[in-house]
């Protein structure tokens, strides 16, 4: 029984394709197949496998099917967090969700599951990401005040949305926790942010994210071990589609 995570897989089998590095770039070419083959080589039917978040470019549930059945065949249990292009998943109507794809998926929202005596606690999370002013040499000397006071909004919302999956797990008497996000725990101005200290707070002991994907976006956030706990970026191009063992 071990544990894996990846996310940003972007799939598209039913939808319109439109970011450009997807297109172009040599790592994401016939990448639904390497990242089936890497789960097939690697996961077992014990394993549970965590997807951080952009599953799907669909709009909606209509235009996802088939790239949650794509998921649903792959080895072991899925676990699924929200990303910021998974237009087809409501938070609202997330039980609906699970509804129709349980036991082979599960959609992870204001809730947890359970990895062995670990409880999984995850949101999307959201970091301030621009724009930024640069001066000729590259250095960030500014950035939209406005857009950023925007952002906060959104950390907030979701650390309230983390805050009350951890809370329920440990009202359920959970002690030891892994904490997903979509986003990075961090933008690019930040050392530390409301995401670390509830890593912290509630003794989390590794936080996955993803959404940095394109070699000039992999090291936008911490990684490896910062203030007791371990971070890891688990974007597929990252990981060159091989999931990335937590446990």
Known sequence: ???????????????????????????????????????????????????????????????????????????????????????????????????????????LQDSYAV???????????????????LDRWGRIVGWDEEAQVHAKKLVDRELERLRKSFELAKADGFGKYIMFLHYPPTSILEEKSGFTDMAEEYGAEQVIYAHSHGESRFHDSIQGEYRGRIYHLASGDYLRWKPLKVL
């Open 115 to 133: 990895y062995r005596d670990y409880a999984l606690v995850g949101t999307k999370g959201f970091t301030f990401e621009g724009s930024f002013y």
């Open 1 to 107: 029984m071990s544990l894996y995570a990846i996310g940003d897989l972007h799939l598209h089998y039913q939808s319109e394709l439109k970011a450009p590095a997807q297109l172009r770039d040599r790592v994401w070419k016939n990448h639904e197949e390497k990242f089936r083959k890497n789960c097939q080589k690697l996961l077992t039917e014990d394993d549970t496998l965590v997807l951080v978040g952009d599953h799907s470019w669909g709009k909606n549930l209509s235009e996802c099917e088939r790239d949650l059945q794509y998921i649903c065949e792959l080895p072991g249990r899925k676990v699924l967090t929200r990303g910021n292009h998974d237009m087809f998943w409501d938070v609202k109507k997330t039980r609906h969700l699970n509804e129709l794809y349980q036991p082979r998926l599960t959609f």
